[in-house]
């Protein structure tokens, strides 16, 4: 159950009920914690103020917002490419700003990441795309080709294996990306506008993946400004506005 503080606004925790497990809190089912988390760029403009945020292992959170809000900000956290200026940042029970080298790389193989723009190699297939992770984590041969199969089924490009991205279509693209976030099943999934260059249709089709992904047990967070989006999916909602998070209903 996502649990959403902020200590200039509220004096204790809004729980986000909709569609979030009743399983007991204890910090063992906790996959995300922000506490008391201020990021400030070095030019002085707050990307994140004074942030509390608890998600949930097997929870769905959607984090809406403008552009520059800092939806983009909080997810960086998470995956250790931005630092907190206050506060620490908890991912699978790890405070992410003391981890260096190998450790950070290490939780990193644990969180599969969605942008906006694809970030797919011209060069290489769609399965070459997908592989490549698993490569780069010392995956033997035949492991490799054990999880490549049903992650292309998953994301309908099973017959696609063998396309070059541009030979694809915009949401193709992006179902490539999202297997290659997931190929090595990483219990947190983090998407970042993956829906932002997209048609309805297609965007659809992404959420529908990222739910399944859900069902089967990961943890999704998911950045995006398409409010009729998130109506359709009904999961829980956090609005980032000048760098604070606020409940939506």
């Not at 900000?73 to 506060?87: H, N, R, V």
């Not at 080709?145 to 063998?162: H, N, S, Y």
């Not at 992904?213 to 506005?241: S, W, Y």
């Amino acid at each position: 159950m996502p649990v959403l503080t902020n200590t200039q606004t509220t004096d204790k925790p809004v729980e986000l009920q909709e569609g979030c497990s009743q399983q007991p809190n204890e910090s063992g089912s906790l996959m995300v914690q922000l506490r008391s988390v201020t990021k400030t760029y070095t030019n002085g403009i707050d990307g994140l103020l004074d942030v509390n945020l608890e998600i949930k292992k097997k929870d769905f959170l959607f984090i809406t917002g403008h552009s520059g809000s800092g939806k983009s900000t909080l997810l960086k956290l998470l995956y250790g490419e931005e630092l907190p200026t206050k506060g620490e940042v908890i991912v699978d029970e790890l405070n992410v700003a003391t981890l260096r080298g190998d450790r950070l790389s290490l939780l990193r193989r644990r969180i599969g990441i969605i942008f906006q723009d694809y970030k797919l190699i011209p060069q290489r297939t769609v399965a070459e795309n997908v592989i490549l992770v698993l490569q780069a984590q010392g995956y033997t041969r035949k492991e490799i080709q054990r999880r490549l199969e049903p992650t292309l089924k998953l994301v309908g490009l099973l017959t696609k294996a063998d396309c070059f991205p541009d030979q694809l279509s915009g949401g193709e693209q992006q179902r490539v990306s999202i297997a290659r976030a997931i190929v090595a099943t990483p219990p947190l999934i983090l998407a970042d506008e993956p829906t932002g260059n997209l048609d309805p249709d297609n965007s659809w089709q992404v959420m529908q993946i990222l739910q399944k992904l859900n069902k089967f047990g990961a943890t999704v967070i998911v950045t995006t400004h398409d409010e009729q989006l998130v109506r359709r999916c009904n999961h829980p909602v956090v609005q980032v506005r000048n760098g604070i998070l606020h409940r939506k209903d």
